[in-house]
């Protein structure tokens, strides 16, 4: 009976919301259940932190939904796997409880410089010219902040968990997590896909012990089986397999049917990415890693826009009164609405330039990096700014494009794009005109809770291997030609104005910074 379909429940737990993701074997969407994520909280600015235990809660109450919602049973699913949120991280206790909110990836405190590195250490940076990077990732790793300011805390951590180690710990019961979730700043090999060695430099720069860390699982391996108090919490049954999945990147790109050196993976979230999969280690920049794949054993060499399709939302929230009052009486989206602005304003916004360095960077945007926007006219309008915008962040993921193909010396071929910019076909065809390569939208708009769904798949030994899952479970919807006069003036702007416009800048936002109170 189709009732009885063996199904696979990928959690979502990204930024804005959690997702709780039932997929068949075939990697069609049977059911979903979403929870916004909307309490934040910031005690100062910069900051952003989050109840650790309300991310469980809410979860769990997300997944009893799904099966109230849906006509889904739990004894359909054979298998969970989690994917979350890169980087944000919880501090349990020695009974596993929070002890205090999650910090999370987005917040913006500084820790101060106090480690004591290895003299040879101290030396090679100097010499490679690295010092100024490990300093930002010292001062950006949380774990040095919550030792420095909150002694009792860290004195009391047991285990330092991300929130995917959380999550599954909440599941099984396990201190247990998937090495393809580890991103943040923590002591991990990204080379060798396991926690540092003894002697690494990076035990010296945060005062982390491997006992505070999880165990960590191979991609596709099991995890633990869910609990009783997890069953009753989330609807599941007890004893079911729960599968080491991977980082939401990771399993955007693989959902995205990207593993292939010659795709790229664009994901048009909150922060913008280009990614490509490897089965080699390629440094996208200098002491900057490539993370773990949810392929296993492969690498995503990975360039970030930090704001990225949030500027959407920026945009909409300063400038877009008047398409939020049609809302009400259309049945179209604000930013569907907003589409009608681009397509009635002419490629290259009449000479309206965005660079979307709205957060500091490592290399190139620099810390002293702001955004700007440059040639305004009198006959410029708010249609202008917002062309210009998806402009930018299409200009600024084809830096990152050709950045990635300098490294590994493969030129990419084609794209895919996910996340929510990518249900726009203006957003589409300005990445295939900048970019000049056909550009492609996944199917489904869950491409990393399909991702995530596919690695159990592959587990569970309904494919072989990913080589046949990809195209047994992912497909394209609709496919984006670049139009040879728009790629002809988009190639004019970006070499001839984009490229230079951050050097030349670059003093003056240093100036900014030097002047403005902190």
């Known amino acids: 009976m189709e009732s009885q379909e063996p199904l696979i429940l990928a959690i979502d737990n990204g930024t804005q919301s959690v997702r709780a993701l039932l997929f068949n074997r075939s990697g069609e969407l049977v059911a979903k259940a979403q929870t916004p994520l909307t309490d934040y909280t910031s005690q100062r600015d910069g900051w952003q932190e989050h109840d650790a235990e309300a991310f469980y809660l809410q979860m769990a109450a997300t997944c009893q939904q799904l099966f109230v919602e849906s006509e889904q049973t739990p004894e359909q699913i054979k298998a969970v796997v989690v994917t979350t949120q890169r980087a944000t991280v919880i501090n349990l206790d020695a009974k596993g409880q929070p002890l205090r909110p999650a910090i999370i990836w987005t917040d913006q405190r500084k820790a101060e410089i106090r480690s004591k590195r290895p003299w040879l250490w101290r030396l090679a940076f100097r010499l490679l010219r690295l010092k100024p990077t490990i300093d930002a990732l010292e001062r950006e790793a949380e774990i040095n902040w919550i030792a420095q300011n909150q002694p009792d805390i860290w004195a009391n951590t047991a285990h330092f968990l991300l929130l995917s180690g959380f999550l599954n710990y909440r599941l099984t019961g396990e201190v247990k997590d998937s090495i393809g979730s580890q991103v943040g700043y923590i002591p991990f090999d990204y080379k060798r896909q396991c926690w540092s060695g003894e002697r690494d430099w990076k035990w010296s720069c945060m005062p982390v012990a491997r006992s505070q860390l999880p165990k960590l ?204 910019g990518s249900q726009s076909d203006v957003v589409m065809q300005i990445l295939a005109d900048v970019m000049q390569l056909p550009t492609e939208r996944p199917s489904t708009y869950e491409a990393s809770g399909l991702g995530a769904a596919m690695i159990a798949a592959v587990s569970l030994g309904y494919y072989p291997d990913y080589s046949a899952a990809v195209p047994a479970m992912t497909s394209v919807s609709a496919r984006f030609e670049p139009n040879s006069a728009n790629s002809a003036l988009y190639e004019q702007l970006y070499k001839q104005v984009y490229q230079r416009q951050y050097g030349r800048l670059q003093p003056l936002y240093a100036a900014l910074v030097s002047l403005l109170p902190r």
């Open 217 to 420: 699982v191979a991609v596709g391996d099991t995890i633990g089986t869910i609990t009783g108090a997890a069953g009753k919490a989330t609807g599941l049954l007890p004893g079911t397999p729960v599968i080491a999945g991977a980082a939401d990147k990771a399993c955007e790109v693989l959902g995205s049917g990207c593993i292939e050196e010659t795709m790229g993976s664009i994901s048009c979230g909150t922060t913008a990415t280009i990614n490509v999969c490897q089965n080699r280690y390629i440094e996208p920049r200098p002491f900057i890693p490539p993370y773990p794949a949810a392929l296993p054993g492969h690498f995503n060499g990975e360039i970030q826009v930090f704001r990225g399709f949030w500027m959407v939302e920026w945009f909409v929230q300063q400038f877009g009164s008047p398409e939020q009052g049609r809302v009400a009486n259309d049945n179209r989206s604000v930013e569907m609405l907003l589409d009608e602005l681009v397509v009635a304003t002419p490629p290259g916004a009449e000479g309206l330039m965005l660079q979307p360095y709205w957060n500091p960077g490592l290399g190139q945007p620099g810390p002293e990096a702001r955004g700007s926007v440059i040639g305004f006219t009198d006959k410029h309008g708010r249609a202008h700014l917002y062309r210009a915008l998806l402009e930018g962040l299409a200009y600024a993921l084809r830096e990152g494009k050709e950045q990635l193909e300098r490294r590994s010396k493969i030129p990419m071929q084609r794209l895919r794009v996910a996340g929510g």
